[in-house]
């Protein structure tokens, strides 16, 4: 298996990154997660633009352009011969002496990991996964802004802890204010039923003023149902607001749309708005696939 590391491909075993390096020591960077279907990254461009945010909002100055990512991407699938995989784009602080001031660090550290992309088990979608509201409240976004994607990431872990004591696959957080935000690595939604003036059901979400990470399935999702005529609220909801709704899903690059069964002691089914748009987003993979793969034979020509 090789792994980029900096400006090279290195097998792994030699893939090593220093003691001093502010993303140990600190939890200072910021990443992305990929997934690839057929040879091609799904919203490459999207995941790029979302790093480079991330970056800049910790003053992280990634001292190479897209393009190069681009490449060392592409370079460590074909090295590793994956056609369905999972990638992870690290860029942290850099090499430092101890101490917190972001000029220690000269160089960022960048790395790419490319893993075979291993499926969720087929039941998940069919039949849900369990869900718990946890105790701990996502990062205040004055605090530290869940939109930077960064590498520190114990809120998130602490949340996923609890799930895991209670046997449940994702934990959701509340904000400050007690208000649903999002799951550890997942944005969540929600299903209302039709209201006496509205005739189709209304699908809810908690809005980016909740404190959230703006997920890029979640706005594949929210431009789907819009096509599909189905109302969306991007607000501000309540855990009861979740109890009392028809259907619960959430949204991940990897996972794309999984339903939930449950969310604390509330059951759902897995109803027609979450089967609609998990259809939806596969046309959606196998186009993008498609004209990615087109386009780049062109490139070729
Ligand atoms: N929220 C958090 C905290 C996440 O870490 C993630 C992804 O890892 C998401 C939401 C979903 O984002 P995306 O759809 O871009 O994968």
Partial sequence: MYVYLNDRLVPVSDAKVSVFDHGFLYGDGVFETMRVYDGVVFMLNEHLYRLYRSASMIRLDISFDPDFIKKAIYETLYANKLRNAYVRVTVSRGYGSVGLDTELCKEPTFVVIAEEFKEYPESYYRGGVKVIVAKTRRNHKDALNPQIKSINFLNN????????????????????????????????????????????????????????????????????????????????????????????????????????????????????????????????VKDYVTSNKLSSLKGRR
């Fill in 157 to 284: 872990i602490l949340a996923k802890i609890e799930a895991k004591e209670k046997g449940a696959y994702e934990a959701i957080m509340l904000n400050s204010e007690g208000r649903v935000a999002e799951g550890t690595i997942s944005n969540v939604f929600f299903v209302k039923e039709a209201g006496a003036i509205r005739e189709s059901p209304l699908l809810c979400t908690p809005s980016k003023d909740a404190g959230i990470l703006d997920g890029i399935t979640r706005g594949i999702a929210i431009n789907l149902a819009e096509r599909d005529s189905i109302m969306v609220n991007e607000g501000s909801f309540t855990p009861e607001d979740l109890y009392s709704a028809l259907e619960v899903f959430l949204t991940n690059t990897t996972m794309e749309i999984i339903p939930v069964c449950q969310v604390d002691n509330v059951r759902y089914s897995v109803g027609s708005v979450t089967k609609l748009l998990h259809e939806a987003y596969r046309k959606v």
